[in-house]
């Protein structure tokens, strides 16, 4: 029997995200993955929201994204565009980079941690005690391990093995996909349009070759039913009277719009995260990012339990924190889908929704929730800014988010207070006391704010309030675990680099 400290079922965007995060903290990690190879040509998502993008740069790991990915300044609320372009964010845009590729890159940097990728090994059965999981592989092998975390997909074996529900709304319509070569595309990169029988879009993936996606809101497909070009191909002339001359498939794939969300995110020593705890239609891309953002959140929590510097009670916030926001992204779809049907009574609301969008603040509101900028987790106490993201400031030694790329939370101390170092004393091996300074038009009206490692917000002292000491050692202790020996580290930062742009 193999041991580790944690095992993850599942390769995808989710479950190699967590591996970072936890190789990152010094977790043993072993990833189950059932397929044997990599996906190199199947891409279900195919974009990266801002605070993905930010998560990633507080990791130091973006540039590698940017790269390879290619920015639009808007996303869209069912199909109605959202301009990012006046964000509050060093990102305002989205970045189109296809699944395969956000997989090959996470895989490269788990694999420079030391996380071990196992492949061709599916989970098939598990059981789990006071001390550990000993998960079972269909090749007769066990594995024993002290955590086992779910990234295997919305038919998770693992979520059912935990007898975990899953409920929700059944599918009420029928989408395609197609990766395909195009003898006569639309102008644009991007074409989508309503039409009688359903709804399509055209998008330009590369030279050559289009994503293509058909809805029918007359059709709810059977699970069995063949996904061939030829079916695509009579979507599209069903749909959009042409099939823009669609020929050599790279890859072909068929969902529908179930929305449906686990009803715990743990069952002792098994969690769940990404596709295994959600899944909704992919309207406005944002599968993926929730489930990197899932992984975010675990990975800090699951490495400080393991480790032992926190009680386990540390991994219920995840299911409280994440929960409600899948929750969100599911009401969102659901009704971005019920928007996209073709009848006179949608279409006048659409028509309604699309001027109300014109008003800044509804644009920002939807472009918030769709990119995930605006979540704020519960937390104790009344500043508006305590639950929320940190904005990547930037301080005369380096930048905010640069401070978190070791994954450790960060007490910013940016007016002088020296009590802070005696405050911090107990918790040194888990959080870096950072003093610095803000850089010309970047203040935020704070002297000090605990950061945990996902970036947000644990507590604040603003510019000229007598800080309450009591108040942020309940919040080392919540999120940290109990105090320790040991002495405050003081870190300096290089300076900021240049602000990425779009091309």
Request: glycine share 12%.
């Amino acid at each position: 029997m193999t041991d580790t400290q944690v095992v993850i079922a599942g390769a995808g965007p989710t479950g190699l995200m967590l591996a970072c995060e936890l190789g990152l903290a010094g977790i043993d990690v072993l990833v189950l993955e059932r397929l044997p190879e990599p996906r190199t040509v199947e891409s279900r998502a195919g974009g990266l929201h801002i605070r993905t993008m930010e998560v990633l740069d507080q990791r130091g790991l973006l540039d590698g994204f940017l790269e390879r990915g290619r920015p639009r300044q808007d996303v869209h609320f069912s199909g109605l565009g959202l301009d990012l372009s006046d964000m509050a964010t060093r990102y305002p845009y989205a970045l189109l980079i296809l699944q395969a590729e956000v997989e090959r890159l996470l895989e490269e940097r788990a694999a420079q941690l030391g996380v071990r990728l196992r492949r061709g090994a599916e989970v098939t059965g598990f059981t789990q005690d006071e001390t550990g999981v000993t998960v079972e592989l269909a090749d007769g092998s066990r594995v024993r391990a002290d955590y086992l975390v779910g990234c295997d997909g919305g038919r998770s074996t693992v979520r059912g093995l935990a007898g975990i529900e899953f409920p929700g709304t059944p599918a009420t319509m029928t989408a395609m996909l197609g990766d395909v070569e195009l003898a006569e595309p639309p102008g644009a990169d991007i074409f989508q349009e309503r039409r009688e029988h359903g709804r399509f879009s055209v998008l330009s993936y590369g030279p050559g070759w289009y994503r293509v996606l058909t809805n029918e809101f007359d059709h709810v497909a059977g699970r069995d039913e063949p996904v061939t070009l030829e079916t695509l191909r009579k979507a599209m002339l069903k749909i959009a009277g042409t099939d823009f001359g669609m020929h050599s498939p790279r890859w072909l794939s068929r969902h529908g719009d179930a929305a449906r969300q686990a009803d715990r995110y743990r069952v002792g020593r098994v969690l769940l995260a990404g596709d295994a705890a959600h899944v909704h239609f992919p309207a406005g891309g944002q599968g993926l990012n929730t489930g990197v953002q899932d992984a975010v959140n675990l990975g800090w929590k699951l490495a400080a339990v393991v480790r032992g510097h926190a009680q386990d009670l540390l991994l219920d916030t995840y299911h409280a924190e994440r929960h409600p926001v899948a929750a969100r992204v599911l009401h969102n779809t659901r009704a971005q889908t019920a928007l996209w049907r073709v009848d006179d009574h949608t279409s006048a609301l659409r028509q309604i929704l699309d001027d109300l969008i014109g008003i800044d603040e509804v644009r920002l509101r939807l472009a918030g929730m769709i990119t995930a900028t605006d979540l704020q987790y519960p937390m104790e106490g009344t500043d508006d800014l305590l639950g929320r993201r940190i904005p990547d400031l930037d301080l005369d030694r380096g930048r905010v988010y640069e401070l978190l790329h070791r994954a450790h939370a960060v007490l910013l101390d940016l007016g002088g207070l020296p009590p802070l170092d005696s405050v911090v004393t107990g918790w040194a091996d888990r959080v870096d006391l950072v003093r610095a300074r803000p850089a010309e038009g970047s203040d935020l009206g704070v002297d000090a704010v605990f950061i945990r490692p996902d970036g947000h917000v644990a507590w604040v002292t603003r510019a000229g309030e007598r800080p309450d000491f009591d108040a942020l050692r309940t919040a080392l202790t919540t999120w940290l675990g109990p105090a320790g020996l040991g002495g405050a580290h003081v870190h300096h930062r290089p300076a900021p680099r240049a602000t990425p742009t779009p091309d």
